[in-house]
C-alpha cells in the first residue's frame, strides 16, 4: 500500500506512517515518522516523476513517453512542483491561515483560497 496520500476519512488530514517492521526478521519500529516530499505525491505523479527523471529532465522526450503534447507534458510537471511546494512548505503555513481564520482578518472564501 502507498501511504504517500492515505487521508484520515474523518477530517481529510495526511495520516503519518507511526511503525515500521522488517520483513525478514519481524523487528518493529514504532516512533514518529515523517515522509519526504516525493513520497507524499500520488503514485500517478511519482511515476510521472521517475519518467522525467529517465528522460534526464527533457520535457520533449517526457512527451514522447507519455504520448501527450509538450504544454501537457510540461503542465503535469508544474502539477507536481506546485504540489511539492506546498508539501515543503509544511503545516506551518496552514496553520498559519487557519489564525488568520480564526482571528478574522481574513474570511473562510480566502482561507479555502490559500489552502
Same mark, same amino acid.
Given at each position: 500500500?502507498?501511504?504517500?496520500?492515505? /487521508?484520515? #476519512? %474523518?477530517?481529510?488530514? #495526511?495520516?503519518?506512517?507511526?511503525?515500521?517492521?522488517?520483513?525478514?526478521?519481524?523487528?518493529?519500529?514504532?516512533? %514518529?515518522?515523517?515522509?519526504? #516530499?516525493?513520497?507524499?505525491?500520488?503514485?500517478?505523479?511519482?511515476?510521472?516523476?521517475?519518467?522525467?527523471? /529517465?528522460?534526464?529532465?527533457?520535457?520533449?522526450?517526457? *512527451?514522447?513517453?507519455?504520448?501527450?503534447?509538450? #504544454?501537457?507534458?510540461?503542465? /503535469?510537471?508544474?502539477?507536481?512542483?506546485? /504540489?511539492?511546494?506546498?508539501?515543503? *512548505?509544511?503545516?506551518?503555513?496552514?496553520?498559519?491561515?487557519?489564525?488568520?481564520?480564526?482571528?478574522?482578518?481574513?474570511?473562510?472564501?480566502?482561507?479555502?483560497?490559500?489552502?
Amino acid at each position: 500500500m502507498d501511504i504517500g496520500d492515505v /487521508r484520515c #476519512p %474523518e477530517c481529510r488530514e #495526511p495520516l503519518n506512517p507511526e511503525t515500521c517492521k522488517c520483513g525478514k526478521c519481524g523487528t518493529r519500529i514504532t516512533g %514518529e515518522f515523517t515522509l519526504s #516530499p516525493l513520497a507524499k505525491l500520488c503514485t500517478t505523479d511519482q511515476a510521472l516523476v521517475i519518467a522525467f527523471l /529517465r528522460s534526464f529532465g527533457s520535457i520533449k522526450k517526457l *512527451q514522447e513517453a507519455l504520448g501527450v503534447s509538450y #504544454p501537457t507534458a510540461r503542465s /503535469r510537471i508544474e502539477r507536481i512542483v506546485l /504540489r511539492l511546494d506546498e508539501f515543503m *512548505q509544511g503545516p506551518s503555513k496552514r496553520n498559519e491561515i487557519l489564525e488568520q481564520l480564526d482571528n478574522g482578518t481574513i474570511s473562510f472564501d480566502e482561507a479555502v483560497e490559500r489552502l
